[in-house]
């Protein structure tokens, strides 16, 4: 007759170990983690990357291209480029993520061109109706000079910031034989320089794939 007891393990197995509160129970569960960090990584980058394939690849509007030229790679803003407002407190530039971005480059003094440009900006701006809440204007003026009054009247919704010409030169790049003063650019919610309107741009078909990109993104 044997003389095990009932409740002992049987003979042979060890018993069980327990799991500690809170922690992983075994590999299939660290497995579940990395899968889950995966997906909600690919659920962040969604929007934006549905947006880009929406505009590029299926071309919604009747198979056209963009009128913009696409920055590839896509450059961040630098998390070192501060610039001043106009309050003249030091901020980074990279605060501004989380919106979408139309930004031109002049001088403090704004010739006729710089004026030509912040005009197309205020206008495709106003042109998107409710979704203009996600567009911010923005300005980087080359110098600390003053603005005349007549500008900082015309385009309140402006921010005219002051940036270092060297670091903003290095992050936007230019058309052969032209300079970034040329152009207007256009940020994306999450920071990255994205788009490059030619020199003396249409600003009809700016306004185009403006809204077509607001259109296909849900964030900013």
């Not at 569960?29 to 980058?45: F, V």
């Not at 007549?150 to 309140?156: R, W």
């Amino acid at each position: 007759m044997s003389t095990q007891s009932p409740r002992s393990p049987r003979a042979g197995k060890p018993a069980a170990s327990k799991a500690m509160p809170g922690q992983p129970n075994g590999k299939g569960s660290w497995q579940r983690g990395r899968w889950m960090l995966l997906l909600l990584t690919i659920i962040c980058a969604a929007p934006i990357a549905v947006s880009y394939f929406m505009y590029y690849v299926v071309k919604p509007n009747g198979g056209s291209t963009s009128y913009g030229t696409l920055v590839e790679p896509q450059r961040p803003i630098p998390d070192s480029l501060v610039v001043t407002g106009e309050d003249g407190k030091p901020l980074k530039l990279a605060t501004l993520r989380g919106h979408w971005l139309l930004v031109s480059v002049d001088n403090s003094a704004c010739d006729k061109a710089c004026v030509t440009k912040l005009y197309f900006m205020r206008q495709i701006r106003a042109a998107q109706g409710p979704e203009r809440q996600r567009l911010v204007e923005v300005w980087l003026r080359t110098d600390a000079g003053k603005v005349a009054d007549v500008i900082q009247t015309a385009y309140p919704d402006t921010d005219m910031l002051v940036a270092d010409p060297a670091q903003v030169s290095a992050w936007l790049p230019a058309d052969t034989g032209t300079q970034i003063t040329d152009h207007i650019y256009m940020v994306d919610p999450n920071g990255n320089l994205m788009m490059r309107f030619p020199k003396d741009p249409n600003p009809s078909k700016i306004k185009g794939d403006v809204t077509k990109l607001l259109k296909w993104s849900s964030i900013g």
